[in-house]
């Protein structure tokens, strides 16, 4: 550790006009000498869930998700293989069942309990009303405990548009695939898909929509009001933290070029008014790039320590001809057992996997205290559905990301009884981020060799 110049709380912010700017951790941060896990400046647990819809590429004969070998040996499937320059810090599990994304005498609904149920194991209730009843996720029993001295206790981001309202599969509302978070059984929270938006909130200061819209439109950065007191700060700072701090910097200006620059696109396009909202790419990749890059600035900053991520709505239809893929997400899942229809639609998983891949990069090379985010955070990616063929919730595809801050030993393929609950796993993920809970969902007790 550098001894820097001066010693500065771990809540420092550079204020500008309409602009609030957290700063990442510093080395000025943490009293010169002392043990780094004593001050308040010791890197916590971050906690993450990354959703993908429809189910992964399993079949009754063809699995391209599961590893067929257990513990340290496991082989990276064709949908896991970009996870592989990771290894040392990806827990892959089997096994685990979804029970109350089942019917129970409600009928169809498999998509929409899929993901109503993934964060909670809760049966949701069916309705296409406002009496929605589900049960609070494990990422919002996350926000009370350690998002509670941050700026923003979670993210909620999305991919895909949530303009669908009322009744989107057998009476169940549109609002139980189109959110992830629950804060209380009866209060989700909406999923945010336009960067843009995202980005005001971490860095602006609010205002009135007509104040919001024109920082948005005025010529320059909105950082550039605070780059008096940045070159101020600089002057006081060790070589090391002015190098981080240049960094995190820049890092910022560039996500808001990137913005900037989508939008300059979008105007120029001729696109249906419903079709995409200002300020939303067009491009898949280049969507999940940008909304991960922003929620890394938000890690490294500490302006949230705890996200959801949407990567798409139950049902979509989405193509992905970029990859050779021009039929739908949804039709492509029914795969009907069929080799090339389910090496097409592992294609489109193994996509979906690169974009959590570019995330798990950006935070290893993130530096956080003595070491890095991806050392210091949970990570959780999966589906509500294991083969979409059959609209299942056994064997659910789900895998853990990260190092927890130590607690987390990667390098993992843990297959668990069949019907072990899948609440074991979320109520594991608690405790590895430092938070006890005597029971979440249908839950049977921790995961004890997580």
């Given at each position: ?56 590429a ?8 599961k590893p ?6 496991f ?10 320059p ?23 609904g ?24 589900a049960?609070t ?24 548009h949530?303009?669908e ?24 929270l ?6 843009r938006v995202?980005?005001?909130?971490l ?5 009135t ?7 948005m ?29 240049n ?60 996200f ?27 795969h ?5 229809t ?38 959780l990616?999966g ?37 072990t ?26 995961l004890?060799?997580?």
């Open positions: 550790m550098i001894i820097s110049k001066m010693v500065l709380p771990r809540r420092t912010f550079l204020r500008g006009a309409g602009v609030t700017l957290a700063l990442p951790l510093l080395d000025a941060m943490v009293p010169a000498l002392s043990a780094l896990t004593k001050t308040a400046a010791a890197p916590v647990t971050r906690l993450g869930c990354i959703y993908i819809p429809n189910g992964v399993m079949g009754r004969k063809i699995n391209h998700w067929t070998a257990k513990g340290s040996g082989d990276f499937t064709p949908c896991l293989q970009p996870f592989e990771f290894r040392d810090q990806v827990v892959v599990t089997s096994g685990l069942s979804a029970a109350q994304a089942e019917s129970m005498g409600d009928g169809n498999d998509h929409t309990r899929g993901t109503a149920a993934w964060l909670n194991a809760v049966h949701p209730r069916r309705t296409e009303g406002a009496d929605l009843l049960g996720t494990v990422d919002q029993v996350a926000a009370q405990h350690i998002g509670r001295d941050t700026p923003l206790p979670s993210l909620e981001l999305g991919i895909e949530t303009y309202v009322g009744n989107c599969e057998n009476g169940y509302s549109c609002v139980y695939r189109n959110v992830l978070a629950w804060r209380t059984p009866t209060a989700p909406p999923t945010e898909p336009n960067p995202v980005f005001e909130r860095f602006g200061e609010g205002g929509r007509e104040q919001r819209l024109a920082r439109q005025k010529t320059g950065s909105i950082l550039d009001s605070v780059t008096a007191e940045m070159a101020d700060l600089q002057k006081t700072l060790g070589p090391g933290d002015r190098a981080r701090v960094d995190y910097f820049e890092a910022t200006r560039e996500v808001e070029r990137r913005i900037e620059r989508i939008e300059s696109r979008i105007d120029e396009e001729e696109l249906p008014a419903l079709q995409r909202p200002v300020g939303i790419p067009g491009k898949f990749d280049e969507h999940c790039k940008l909304m991960f890059d922003l929620q890394c600035l938000a890690y490294q900053a500490d302006i949230t320590r705890v959801t991520l949407l990567m798409g709505r139950e049902s979509s239809q989405r193509a992905y001809p970029e990859i050779g893929v021009p039929q739908p997400h949804h039709g492509t899942s029914h009907r057992d069929d080799p090339e389910l090496a097409r639609y592992a294609k489109i998983i193994a996509y979906e996997s690169q974009q959590v891949a570019y995330f798990l990069d950006k935070l290893r090379s993130t530096p956080d205290g003595d070491g890095n985010l991806l050392d210091n955070t949970i990570l990616y589906a509500g559905l294991s083969n979409p063929n059959e609209h299942a919730h056994i064997d659910m595809p789900l895998v853990l990301l990260g190092g927890g801050s130590g607690r987390l030993e990667g390098n993992r393929h843990l297959a668990y009884p069949a019907d609950p899948m609440a074991n796993l979320l109520m594991s993920m608690l405790e590895k981020t430092g938070i006890s809970v005597e029971r979440f969902g249908d839950s049977t007790g921790l004890t060799d997580l």
